[in-house]
Antibody, heavy 123, light 108 residues
Framework: QVQLQESGPGLVKPSGTLSLTCAVS?????????WSWVRQPPGKGLEWIGE???????NYNPSLKSRVTISVDKSKNQFSLKLSSVTAADTAVYYC????????????????WGQGTLVTVSS | EIVLTQSPATLSLSPGERATLSCRAS??????LAWYQQKPGQAPRLLIYDASNRATGIPARFSGSGSGTDFTLTISSLEPEDFAVYYC??????????FGQGTKVEIK
């Protein structure tokens, strides 16, 4: 059973950088999956932030692309998120998630999620 | 960017009733659409992928249909644990993921 666990500071100051890590257990981050970050502001819907493949290939939400960096550490079986120049609008529960596809269909979907971690941007 | 619009925003039903949720895409996504269920304080759970395939462990009362731009999630007979928020999701051009804004299924 694959498990994902987010970790990182729960409070970040405005204009600072939000940094989170997602540790993957029960499976390899080098498998044929994409690994994503998704966030959810309090009481609102889901917003995809970006994703990474074990090769290091990344895709980002165009609305956040200038501020986001996602990286992978295969030796630790984990991937990370950095979001710079944060404001109160970045306050949210941040989830990491694994994306799978069911061949022969080409599309990917999220089958495993972390439990989420609340990050508050405040001075 | 493909926009997903869900309706209604809120569905008020009683246990045992049938729930029909809609998701409309701003352009065709073929059959590449998923549905998730989210309960308060929990991560979303995958229910349906590729428009009509139930994910592992999902009860048969959940079914999905549609293709192109119009999709439906049906819960044939609501159980108490089904009252939650439901999201549709797609990954356009295999590069950008979008979610609908959600439909809340609440107890009437």
């Amino acid at each position: 059973q694959v498990q994902l666990q987010e970790s990182g500071p729960g409070l970040v100051k405005p204009s600072g950088t939000l940094s989170l890590t997602c540790a993957v257990s029960g499976g390899s981050i080098s498998s044929s999956n994409w690994w994503s970050w998704v966030r959810q502001p309090p009481g609102k819907g889901l917003e995809w932030i970006g994703e990474i493949y074990h090769s290091g290939s990344t895709n980002y939400n165009p609305s956040l692309k200038s501020r986001v960096t996602i990286s992978v550490d295969k030796s630790k079986n984990q991937f990370s998120l950095k979001l710079s120049s944060v404001t109160a609008a970045d306050t949210a529960v941040y989830y990491c998630a694994r994306a799978f596809r069911a061949p022969p269909a080409p599309a990917y979907y999220f089958d495993y999620w972390g439990q989420g971690t609340l990050v508050t941007v405040s001075s | 960017e493909i926009v997903l619009t869900q309706s209604p925003a809120t569905l008020s039903l009683s246990p045992g009733e049938r729930a029909t949720l809609s998701c409309r895409a701003s352009q065709s996504v073929s059959s590449y659409l998923a549905w998730y269920q989210q309960k308060p304080g929990q991560a979303p759970r995958l229910l349906i992928y590729d428009a009509s395939n139930r994910a592992t462990g999902i009860p048969a009362r959940f079914s999905g249909s549609g293709s192109g731009t119009d999709f439906t999630l049906t819960i044939s007979s609501l159980e108490p644990e089904d009252f939650a928020v439901y999201y549709c999701q797609q990954r356009s051009n295999w590069l950008t993921w979008t979610f609908g804004q959600g439909t809340k299924v609440e107890i009437k």
